[in-house]
């Protein structure tokens, strides 16, 4: 009995040894797994720092570009709310910015906040381009580009085409006046010999008239030239079209038919308007001139998918030559014997003084012109 008991003890203890050994080994491996995560949470801890300070960097980086740019950076909020911009847009814009409605901020500097495209004069004078650009949370980032040097450069450059332009038709002019000029005086010498019946007196006085307008016409044209750019109000283009259909329909012969159509009812620009529709007539007799009957003309207005006014002067009459095309638009240059070439030319320098432009457009018969002008707000 006593034996039994003993060798019972002799294997718990055994059984105890062989547990603490156990025990042992698997504190053992704890203790190694411990100290391996232990090393690699701290290479994590280290990655992460490396990662966050990466992330600080190109963070500092990126502010200090959006600073440093010489365009104006603004970020919207989806309400319109300025949340961030950058000295350029402060500069351009004034204080105060940040939480200000941007269209508000816009009404304050005079500035379109939605001339895409377009050299916006600044209360300041300057000139800026405006563009946008959506985000993903609903706001908007607007960049503000100050064009002010090449809007000057641009304006320079015109003037300079310009006074280039006048000295040519100066010259041309010259030559032009030369012709009724000799005649006028011609005949009006021809009234002061003595012994001329009624008859030829007459005559003589009837083609010194006639010379005297030829001349009125030329000096007209050159002021309708170089006044291009007088005083401007908005006007109704279908009302302007009116004019030039008013001016038109006692010149229509037999087998001319003249539409007049209008697209958009409320179209508007702001315009000289007895300057822009001489050059609307300008094109509506040429082409009256160039046709014989039948002849179909048509005036239309209509609106561009860019918002912007449109008039279009089109005949079925013969077209204008391809070998011509592209000097039309010269000063002087005619294909007519009686023409003075000044026409398309007073055509063009109008349209581009309201900050158009006009083309003649491809067309399958006939001849069409397109005069393409910034339209006014309807509302």
């Not at 000057?152 to 006046?177: D, K, N, P, S």
């Not at 009837?206 to 908005?234: I, P, W």
Request: charge should be neutral.
């Amino acid at each position: 009995m006593a034996a039994t008991k003993l060798e019972l003890i002799e294997n718990r203890r055994t059984e105890l040894q062989a547990a603490f050994l156990a025990f042992g080994s698997v504190s053992e491996q704890l203790s190694g797994a411990f100290d391996s995560l232990r090393s690699q949470v701290a290479q994590l801890r280290a990655d992460l720092g490396e990662a966050h300070a990466g992330k600080e960097h190109l963070a500092a980086r990126l502010s200090a570009l959006v600073k440093g740019l010489p365009g104006g950076v603004l970020v919207l909020d989806s309400r319109g709310a300025i949340q961030e911009y950058n000295p350029a847009a402060l500069d351009l814009l004034g204080e105060p910015l940040l939480g200000q409605i941007f269209s508000a901020v816009c009404a304050r500097a005079t500035l379109n906040p939605r001339g895409i495209g377009e050299h916006t004069e600044l209360r300041s004078g300057r000139f800026v381009n405006v563009s946008r650009r959506e985000l993903e949370n609903g706001g908007e980032v607007v960049l503000l580009t100050d064009v002010t040097e090449a809007h000057l450069m641009q304006v320079f450059l015109t003037r300079q085409q310009r006074l280039l332009t006048l000295g040519e038709l100066a010259a041309g002019l010259a030559h032009q006046i030369r012709t009724p000029l000799a005649a006028a005086l011609l005949y009006a010498s021809q009234m002061t010999l003595s012994g001329r019946n009624p008859a030829d007196l007459a005559r003589c006085a009837e083609k010194t008239v006639g010379s005297l307008k030829q001349l009125d016409k030329l000096v007209n044209d050159m002021l309708a030239f170089t006044h291009g750019g007088a005083a401007r109000e908005a006007v109704s283009v279908s009302a302007l079209l009116e004019q030039v259909a008013q001016w038109l329909r006692p010149a229509l012969r037999d087998g001319i038919r003249l539409t007049i159509r209008t697209q958009a009812p409320d179209l508007v620009v702001r315009a000289n308007a007895p300057s822009l529709v001489s050059a609307v007539l300008n094109l509506a007799t040429n082409a009256l001139q160039a046709a014989a009957a039948p002849l179909d003309l048509e005036l239309l207005a209509r609106r561009t998918v860019d918002g912007r006014a449109q008039i279009v002067v089109s005949d079925n009459g013969p077209g204008v030559p391809m070998a011509i095309r592209e000097r039309i638009f010269e000063p002087f240059f005619t294909t007519r014997a009686r023409g003075n070439g000044i026409g398309l030319s007073i055509v063009k320098s109008v349209v581009e003084a309201h900050e158009g432009s006009v083309r003649l457009a491809d067309s399958a018969g006939g001849a069409t012109f397109i005069i393409e002008l910034p339209a006014e707000d309807p509302s």
